[in-house]
């Protein structure tokens, strides 16, 4: 099994930047299929990025196009990171890491979630 314990999130002014980490123990996270989630209030989990097993990465369509959001991994501390640039009000919400040994990229399906840390922005 593995644990994953997010942070980073915050409150802070539109157009401003946020680094997401996600810490996962107890497990290598080369081994798994990683990604992000956030839940706004009143609005269902939207898949946001993951970061395939082999390299692939994979981008919610309605941040796709903007280039404001990075995923990326360091095998080598057991960390994934979301890099939001430009943030805006929209992108309130809570965001959840995930890991899977399976290949689910943004869905939903993740055996593995951290408690999530909120991002709040005005």
């Known amino acids: 099994h593995v644990q994953l314990v997010e942070s980073g999130g915050g409150s802070v002014l539109a157009r401003g930047s946020l680094r997401l980490s996600c810490v996962a123990s107890?497990?290598?996270?080369?081994?798994?299929?990683m990604g992000w989630f956030r839940q706004a209030p009143g609005k269902e989990s939207e898949g946001v990025a993951a970061?395939?097993?082999?390299?692939?990465?994979?981008?919610a369509e309605s941040i796709r196009y903007s280039g404001r959001f990075r995923i990326s991994k360091d095998n080598a501390k057991d960390t994934l990171y979301l890099q939001i640039n430009s943030l805006r009000p929209e992108d309130t919400a809570m965001y959840y890491c995930?890991?899977?040994?399976?290949?689910?990229?943004?869905?939903?399906?993740?055996?593995?979630w951290g408690q999530g840390t909120q991002v709040t922005v005005s």
């Open positions: 970061l395939g097993m082999y390299g692939r990465t994979s981008y």
């Open positions: 107890g497990d290598t996270v080369g081994r798994y299929c």
């Open positions: 995930a890991a899977d040994r399976r290949e689910w990229l943004l869905l939903p399906r993740y055996d593995y």
